[in-house]
């Protein structure tokens, strides 16, 4: 019999369900506890870089918007370094950046939204640089383990043409379910991205 | 060129629960259909967000006592622990910890929940905490009650504490549920079950802790977690520390 190399096994997934908003956003399931609270909120005044809004729709196999879905994000700031201490890429540190934020679609419309910077690009494996890049993560009723995605910007075409994960994708076509469209409204830079969990035009999910 | 020094062993899907569960219904149109596409990990996956303590509040790991207005919740006083490791059984600190669950009588503190059980008016349902050094936390709250959900239409969920678990990097960020020892609607409950190996199912499930109970005051709960294991990054880089 072979030795068994013996490491733990990770703790089992399981879904965040309905309720999700009691314990990591009380505010939306209608009662206030904390003193202070997460947010989707992840520019202060004194962050550096462009001020962008990310919003959109996750929308499930019958084209129905989730209505009770939560959505984190993690990125890099506007130089792109994570404030994190394993990068340690040449870049400054912007100490009004953590760089993290969670939000909760709305009850009615589905629609979520963050407020934060747009990132710089990333230096990825084997010294290739990625293009400027917003990772989300999706937990929900119906979601057994939380789905992984990207996101990427409409406006750094020639970036994303050259970005080491977008170029994994070998279907082309799915590659564009990963860029949010810029627009602008009201004088804020808005990026729209919608993300569909199962059927036409899915959006790609990461095992990362 | 700029060193990623680390890397998290990948994810076993075996532990997981597969996306598309028949049996939990919400699963049917909420799965991708698509293969998931597997990447090697950047900074973008080994990095993750660092909290800092002075967010939480002193009674943020008080189920008891941090929603308590005019006395003291109704029902079981438990105390749930343990230590959060990675998969080589080191400690995981400063991880991020968030709980909520429903009270005695199975019903949440939230609009959307309709049950016909009362809500009780000094619990809230939701606490968080870090770990400390060692990887260890704790909490104090009231053994949370079954309750009955629209799926087939007579299910009810096992008594559980939902677990969130920030640890060091963005690929180890978990959600979970975890169950108490003994109670006999586990083997049927089609969320527990969409795990396929038992072990994982095990794995999810407190033991009574006699020997951390307090006397006259609270049973004890104890609950380890498992984050993916950090390896060091090995031949496209130096070994961390090695020159």
Request: glycine share 10%; with cysteine.
């Amino acid at each position: 019999m072979l030795n068994q190399l013996n490491t733990l096994r990770e703790t089992a997934s399981q879904t965040a369900g309905p309720y999700v908003h009691i314990g990591l956003a009380p505010h939306a399931a209608g009662f206030d506890i904390f003193e202070k609270n997460f947010s989707n909120v992840l520019a202060g005044p004194q962050t550096r870089g462009e001020r962008i809004v990310i919003e959109g729709r996750v929308i499930d196999g019958s084209g129905t918007p989730l209505r009770d879905v939560l959505v984190e994000i993690w990125q890099a700031n506007a130089d792109g370094r994570y404030n994190h201490p394993a990068d340690r890429q040449p870049k400054p540190l912007d100490s009004a950046f953590q760089g993290w934020g969670r939000a909760c679609s709305d009850f009615e419309t589905g629609l979520y939204r963050f407020e934060t910077v747009k990132p710089g690009p990333v230096e990825g494996r084997g010294g290739r640089v990625m293009a400027p890049h917003v990772n989300f993560w999706i937990v929900a009723r119906g979601i057994n383990i939380g789905l992984n995605t990207r996101m990427y910007f409409s406006d750094e075409a020639a970036a994303n043409a050259a970005d080491p994960v977008l170029n994994l994708i070998e279907w082309e076509v799915r590659r564009k379910t990963l860029i949010a469209e810029r627009s602008e409204r009201d004088g804020a830079v808005v990026y729209r991205f919608d993300i569909r969990i199962q059927g036409e035009a899915e959006t790609v999910f990461f095992d990362v | 060129m700029t060193e990623q020094d680390h890397e998290y062993l990948p994810r076993n899907p075996a532990v997981h629960p597969p996306a598309f569960a028949p049996d939990y219904k919400t699963s049917v149109l909420r799965s991708p259909k698509n293969a998931l596409i597997s990447l090697q990990q950047s900074l973008s996956e080994v990095t993750g967000p660092v909290f800092d303590r002075a967010m939480l509040g002193p009674k943020d790991n008080d189920l008891i006592l941090n929603y308590a207005k005019d006395g003291l919740p109704v029902g079981e006083r438990i105390v749930v622990h343990g230590f959060v490791r990675d998969e080589f059984g080191r400690p995981v600190p400063d991880a991020l910890v968030e709980v909520w669950q429903a009270n005695a009588g199975g019903r949440y503190r939230h609009k959307k929940d309709q049950y016909i059980a009362p809500i009780d008016p000094n619990f809230g349902g939701c606490g968080r905490m870090m770990t400390d050094a060692s990887g260890y936390y704790f909490f104090r709250t009231i053994k949370p009650g079954p309750y009955p959900w629209r799926n087939r239409i007579n299910d009810w969920r096992p008594s559980h504490i939902h677990f969130s678990i920030a640890g060091s990097g963005w690929a180890q960020r978990l959600i979970t549920q975890m169950y108490f020892e003994g109670d006999p609607l586990i083997a049927h409950d089609p969320i527990l079950r969409s795990i396929r190996d038992d072990e994982a199912v095990r794995g999810l499930i407190a033991p009574l802790d006699r020997a951390h109970g307090i006397p006259l005051d609270s049973l004890a709960y104890r609950f380890d977690i498992v984050l993916r294991g950090a390896r060091a990054t090995l031949f496209e880089n130096r070994l961390q520390g090695g020159s």
